[in-house]
C-alpha cells in the first residue's frame, strides 16, 4: 500500500477520512495506573473519566483493565471484571462513541466485542494470535503494534535495532496482513509503532521524527505517547510535568498524518489537532477577525 491509497478508517458507526485526526481517550480501571495511580479504578470514577473524555470531544474511548508495565498478575477473570461493566456503560451511555477495549487476550476481546466494543488495541503485537481472530469473528477493528519481539507487561533491556522505523514498518505491516488474511476488514485496521514499548527514549524519538514512513505504508497510524517514558526522560521530568512535552509530541505526530491519538487530555489534545489542521489547511479558523473588519 501507498499513502496516496489511503482510504477512511472505519470504526463502529464512525468513519475518519483521511487527514482527520481522531481522539482516543484514555480510561484505565486499575489501580497501579503510571498516570493516575488508580484514581479511575472504582467504577463510578471510570465511567465519570468516559463521560468527561466524550464532552472534551474524544471520538474513542479505549478502556483497558490492566498496567502496562510491572505490576500484580491480573487473571482473565479480574480484568473482565474491571473492564466488563465499563465497556457496557459506556455503550450505553454514549452509542456514537467508538468503544476501543486494550487487551493482549483473546478471551477478554471476545467477551468485550460482544457487549460492543468496535476496536480491540492489542498493545503487545500479536502475542495472543486469537486476537486477530476475534476481531474477524466481531468485524470490529484491530490496533497492530510493535514491542520487538517482547511478551506482555514486560520492560526493554538493552534493546537494538539496525533500524527501528523499518524493523517496526515490517512488523506491523506482517500483522496487519495477517489480520486481514484471517477476515478483519482492511478499513478497520491501526498500526501502532507503540513508542516506550520495547525501545529506549532514543528509539522513541527517532520514530517521532520518521513517523511519515509509516504512514506512507497506508495503514493508518495510531500514536500513543501521553505521558510516556520517553517524554520523561527527555525533559527530566515526573509524570505530572508532561503534559507540554506530550502536546509538541502530538502535534508532530498529526503534521505527519497520523489518523489516531491516544489522550489522557483530550480537551486539550483537541486544540492542537485544531491548531495543526488550520496550519495545513483544512480546517478553517473559528473566529477569524483580525484585520478582516
Known sequence: MSDQEAGPLRLGTRVFPPGRTAVMGIVNRTPDSFFDAGATFGRAEAIERADQAVEEGADIIDIG??????????????????????????????????????????EVARDLCAQG????????????????????????GLVCSHTGGLGPRTDPHRVYYTDVVADVVN???????????????????????THDFGKNT??????TRRLHELVATGWPVLVAVSRKDFIGETLDLPVGERLPGTLAVTALAAWQRARVVRAHDVAATRQVLRMVAAVQGSAAPLLPRRGLA
Do not use: C, K, M, Q
Not at 532514543?202 to 520514530?207: D, G, I
Open 171 to 193: 512488523r506491523t505491516f506482517a500483522l496487519a496482513e495477517r489480520a486481514v488474511s484471517l477476515g478483519v476488514r482492511r478499513d478497520g485496521i491501526l498500526v501502532d509503532p
Open 117 to 140: 466494543a468496535d476496536l480491540v488495541n492489542d498493545t503487545w503485537a500479536g502475542a495472543d494470535p486469537g486476537v486477530a481472530e476475534v476481531a474477524a469473528d466481531f468485524g470490529a
Open 202 to 207: 532514543y528509539h522513541s524519538l527517532e520514530l
Open 65 to 106: 483493565g490492566v498496567r502496562a508495565g510491572y505490576g500484580d498478575y491480573v487473571s482473565v477473570t479480574e480484568e473482565l471484571r474491571r473492564t466488563s461493566p465499563v465497556v457496557s456503560a459506556v455503550r450505553s451511555r454514549h452509542p456514537d462513541v467508538v468503544i476501543s477495549v486494550d487487551t493482549w487476550r483473546a
